[in-house]
């Protein structure tokens, strides 16, 4: 019995792309890759998304479930269309990060973790990116970085995202 | 504010650069790359065909020393590699950089991503592997993407994939990247990823040489190390070598990061003086005086202001001072930081980090975290400061990664070298500088 496929045939010809990356007999290599792709496509990985990522790597569930709920940016709940993740580490911190977090708290009005009521935005507190030089940083939806990001242009980001 | 954005100056990383000399930020193609003299050591190693052990003895010669925090000479571990074995071997590029302080790798990939993927192909045929992985760090996804581009335009030159530039030697190249856990760094961690499973370290032995990625024997390098070989390999061990100290090869790029004017990469010469660096960083920010400096990445001890800078940054000379050179990640505090609420914020993020495989680190780490935000928030004791102390001891060296030793590092060189900010925070239950942050 097949799975129903969940995502498209250009997320699967990607996750095939992913898959010659290892050797045959290596598929759970590809799992990172296969979540992220799937997690593009459907906002957030729901666990019949992750069941099917399983079967089509041949794997037992439990191993993606763990991965998936291992690494940060996977999203095991419904987050809004834009997930803003701003990082608020010491370096980060020492050059503005927590006046920034502070700005889209009272602009969104939500909390860390929380998604406002239109469903657009989520706000997450997240650790290093590595970008410390171009602080304070924010990804958008895992991969869109945003570089100095001081109140106004905090404000042009959030008007862009409408 | 923010880093520079391209074009800029080229000699934005400083005038000693050699991994990051020349570049602009827009000539990070093959055809640049080439073009500033790349790819000249693969073809050079290739087209004579030097003996992989004399590329291992030429690099353990030129001082390279692990780039990624640990310092551990490069020719050694390439010498680790099993010679007979007749199966897969492979070489891991390490480039999951998220070490609080730590942007380097960054911008080596996006600027200068050849330079790390010739260093790699050479270090596959020193060691005789064939296949390659590059971690990259989820969060800089847009230079994933760039270390895709530039691997496919390596492969399309012909110096990946089968017989490449007609030598019969064969290596291909991966990117894979991560998605969000700074304890896939730790290279063994790194091994499990990449596998497919949680980044939770292993046992160490056996040690990946022996046993690596999908059992195999494996090399894993950081990104910088990488970068440097192909330098190495066209200039000498000896050029190498004299840019920097004895035991101390070479240069390095460092992040310097925090309260500086201009925050950023610059690449010197190992043994450089700390208040070069910082001038280079554009000097401190608003004018103000330096308090305290982080060397090495969060990680490392912290030192104070006045031992700081009377030092050299060399792996030598910065674990003289009491720190370490770690990564190369320059976190600068000024007069006006709390040291309370510095530490707090690193606590948190190993608190937040640990892969909570061993229960000194899982349960430590949280406690240290907890103690150090009563004490931030007035109801801290003073004998939590000793507490503080015993438990950090009890947590180093008694797990199976360094995370451990990571989070107990920073607890006890804030306490050491700025008691009194701690002790009045408990007695006064506020903050000496109550404008921080």
């Given at each position: 019995m097949n799975a129903p496929m969940m995502l498209s045939p250009e997320a699967l010809a990607k996750i095939d792309g992913v898959l010659a990356k290892y050797p045959p007999d290596q598929r759970a290599s590809a799992v990172m890759a296969a979540l992220t792709i799937a997690q593009d496509e459907k906002g957030w990985l729901s666990p019949e998304t992750m069941d099917f990522i399983a079967s089509y790597l041949g794997l037992r569930p439990i191993a993606v479930y763990e991965v998936a709920s291992f690494y940060t940016m996977y999203d095991i709940k419904p987050v809004g269309r834009h997930k803003l993740s701003i990082c608020t580490n010491l370096p980060c911190a020492l050059q503005g990060a927590n006046a920034a977090a502070e700005h889209l708290k009272k602009k969104l009005g939500v909390g860390f973790n929380q998604t406002t009521a239109d469903d657009r935005f989520t706000l997450k507190e997240a650790e290093c990116f590595g970008a410390c030089g171009d602080a304070p940083v924010l990804l958008v939806n895992n991969k869109r970085m945003c570089c100095a990001m001081t109140p106004e242009r905090l404000d042009a980001l959030l008007e862009e995202l409408k | 504010m923010g880093l520079p954005v391209p074009p800029f100056s080229t000699d934005l990383f400083g005038p000693d650069a050699i991994i990051m000399k020349g570049l602009d930020g827009l000539n990070w193609r093959l055809k640049d790359y080439e073009a500033r003299g790349g790819y000249a050591a693969l073809r050079k190693v290739l087209s004579e065909k030097t003996p992989p052990d004399q590329i291992v003895a030429e690099v353990k010669k030129s001082a390279l020393r692990g780039r990624g925090g640990a310092g551990f000479p490069t020719g050694l571990k390439w010498s680790f590699m099993p010679r007979?074995?007749?199966?897969?071997?492979?070489?891991?590029?390490?480039?999951?950089?998220?070490?609080?302080?730590?942007?380097?790798?960054?911008?080596?990939?996006?600027?200068?991503?050849?330079?790390?993927?010739?260093?790699?192909?050479?270090?596959?045929?020193?060691?005789?592997?064939?296949?390659?992985?590059?971690?990259?760090?989820?969060?800089?996804?847009?230079?994933?993407?760039?270390?895709?581009?530039?691997?496919?335009?390596?492969?399309?030159?012909?110096?990946?994939?089968?017989?490449?530039?007609?030598?019969?030697?064969?290596?291909?190249?991966?990117?894979?990247?991560?998605?969000g856990a700074y304890i896939c760094g730790e290279e063994t961690g790194l091994l499990e990823s990449l596998e497919g499973k949680k980044g939770m370290p292993r046992f160490k032995p056996p040690f990946p040489a022996s046993y690596g990625l999908y059992g195999r024997p494996t090399t894993i390098n950081n990104t910088e190390t990488f970068a440097a070989v192909p330098w190495i390999i066209l200039n000498g061990a000896e050029a190498f070598l004299n840019l920097g100290r004895p035991n101390n090869g070479g240069t390095k790029i460092f992040s310097v990061s925090g309260d500086v004017e201009r925050p950023g990469n610059f690449e010197v010469r190992l043994g450089t003086p700390f208040s070069k660096l910082l001038e280079m960083a554009g000097g401190m920010r608003g004018g103000r005086r330096l308090k305290a400096c982080i060397p090495g990445g969060s990680s490392m001890p912290v030192l104070p202001a006045d031992i700081m800078m009377n030092t050299d940054m060399d792996y030598d000379s910065i674990a003289k001072a009491g720190s370490m050179l770690g990564s190369g990640a320059v976190i600068i505090m000024d007069e006006t930081r709390c040291m309370v609420r510095s530490l707090l914020r690193l606590s948190y993020f190993y608190y937040e980090e640990s892969c909570g495989q061993c229960t000194p680190c899982r349960e430590g780490t949280g406690w240290l975290y907890r103690m150090v935000d009563r004490i931030e928030h007035g109801a801290g004791r003073l004998e939590d400061l000793d507490l503080l102390t015993n438990v950090s001891d009890n947590i180093a060296g008694r797990t199976i990664c360094a995370l451990g030793d990571a989070a107990a590092l920073p607890v006890k060189s804030f306490i050491k070298h700025f008691r009194d900010e701690f002790v009045h925070h408990i007695e006064h239950k506020q903050c000496l500088v109550p404008d921080y942050l």
């Open positions: - | 007979q074995y007749t199966g897969a071997k492979y070489v891991v590029c390490n480039s999951d950089e998220g070490e609080p302080g730590t942007f380097k790798d960054r911008d080596l990939l996006r600027y200068n991503p050849h330079s790390v993927i010739e260093g790699i192909i050479i270090g596959g045929y020193a060691m005789g592997a064939h296949v390659g992985y590059n971690y990259v760090h989820g969060e800089i996804w847009e230079v994933f993407e760039r270390c895709e581009e530039a691997v496919e335009e390596a492969r399309a030159a012909g110096y990946l994939g089968r017989n490449i530039l007609g030598s019969g030697f064969d290596f291909e190249l991966h990117n894979h990247h991560g998605f």
